[in-house]
C-alpha cells in the first residue's frame, strides 16, 4: 500500500487528531524497507523516513483540497484530522441533529471562556474583575465539560489558581492552536464598531470590585453623623434670616 493510502487510513481511523511522531512511529519501519533505507545509519534513516512521511502528509491534505472530495486533512491540536469541508455544512448540520447534542454554552459560559482564551494563564479574581461579575460557578462548569483545566498557581499573595484552555477546546472549535483564534481587530468588527476596551477591560483600568451574580440587592449605605466641627461650619453657612428664627426659637 502506498504511504498515502497508510496515512490517510489511520488518520480517518483515529479519534483524536495523530501527530507527526506517532505516525512515523508507527510507519517509519515500513517506510524504511520500502525504500531501502536499511542501509543507512539508524537514526539517519529514522530522520529520513520521518522527512517522507511529512512529505507524504502534505501531499494527501493537497490531494483532498484540490478533488472533488466531501473530506479534507486539517492540522488540528498539534496533530491531523479528518473532517469534512466547510462548503458541506448545511447538509452535515441536518444528519447532525439526529446525533447526540453538542456542547451548549450559556452566556456567561462563553464570555468566561473567551477571556480565558486570550488571557491565560488567568486567575479566577482576574477572570472576574475583567467580566464584572463572579465566575467561579461558571469555571466548575467549563472543567466539567474539560473545556479548561488548571496550570499550576500564580506566584503572588494567596498564590490563585491559574486557568488555561484544554485539547478539547482546540478539538471543540477546530483550532491548530489558540495563534488561530480571532484577533481583537476583527472582534472589533463584528461587534460594529465596538471597542477592545469594552470588551475585555484591562486590569490597570478596573478600579470596582466584582459584583456576585446574584438578586441580593445591596443594602443602602449608613449615613454618616456629621461632627463639631461639621455642624459649626454648616452653622456658619445659613443664612441670617435662619439664625435669626434660630434665636427665637431658643429664647422662647
Given at each position: 500500500?502506498?504511504?498515502k493510502?497508510?496515512?490517510e ?25 520500502e525504500?531501502?533505507l536499511?542501509e543507512?545509519e539508524p537514526a ?21 483540497d484540490?478533488?472533488?472530495r466531501?473530506?479534507?486533512?486539517r ?21 447532525a441533529?439526529?446525533?447526540k ?45 474539560k ?19 484544554t485539547?478539547?477546546f482546540l ?20 461587534l460594529?464598531?465596538?471597542t ?8 490597570a483600568?478596573?478600579?470596582q ?23 459649626s ?7 441670617p ?12
Amino acid at each position: 500500500m502506498a504511504l498515502k493510502g497508510k496515512l490517510e487510513a489511520i488518520i480517518y481511523a483515529a479519534e483524536e487528531p495523530v501527530t507527526l511522531d506517532q505516525l512515523t512511529l508507527l510507519l517509519k519501519e515500513s517506510v524504511i524497507q520500502e525504500n531501502g533505507l536499511t542501509e543507512m545509519e539508524p537514526a539517519a534513516a529514522q530522520a529520513e523516513a520521518k522527512s517522507r512521511i511529512r512529505v507524504a502528509l502534505a501531499e494527501l491534505t493537497a490531494d483532498c483540497d484540490n478533488g472533488d472530495r466531501g473530506m479534507e486533512v486539517r492540522e488540528v491540536a498539534g496533530g491531523y484530522r479528518m473532517s469534512t469541508k466547510p462548503e458541506h455544512h448545511d447538509v452535515i448540520r441536518g444528519f447532525a441533529k439526529s446525533l447526540k447534542p453538542p456542547i451548549r454554552l450559556s452566556l456567561q459560559a462563553l464570555e468566561t471562556l473567551s477571556v480565558i482564551a486570550y488571557k491565560q494563564p488567568v486567575t479566577a479574581p482576574e477572570i472576574s474583575e475583567i467580566r464584572g461579575v463572579d465566575s467561579s460557578g461558571v469555571l466548575a462548569t467549563l472543567m466539567d465539560k474539560k473545556l479548561i483545566t488548571t496550570a499550576g498557581r500564580k506566584q503572588v499573595i494567596g498564590r490563585p489558581m491559574l486557568y488555561k484552555t484544554t485539547k478539547e477546546f482546540l478539538m471543540r472549535f477546530g483550532l491548530k492552536d489558540v495563534g488561530e483564534l480571532p484577533s481583537m481587530e476583527e472582534f472589533e468588527k463584528m461587534l460594529g464598531g465596538g471597542t477592545q476596551e469594552e470588551m475585555f477591560m484591562d486590569d490597570a483600568s478596573m478600579t470596582q470590585a466584582p459584583k456576585q451574580e446574584s438578586n441580593i440587592s445591596e443594602a443602602p449605605e449608613p449615613k454618616e453623623t456629621p461632627t463639631e466641627e461639621q455642624a459649626s461650619e454648616q452653622q456658619a453657612e445659613e443664612t441670617p434670616e435662619r439664625q435669626e428664627t434660630t434665636a427665637q426659637n431658643e429664647q422662647s
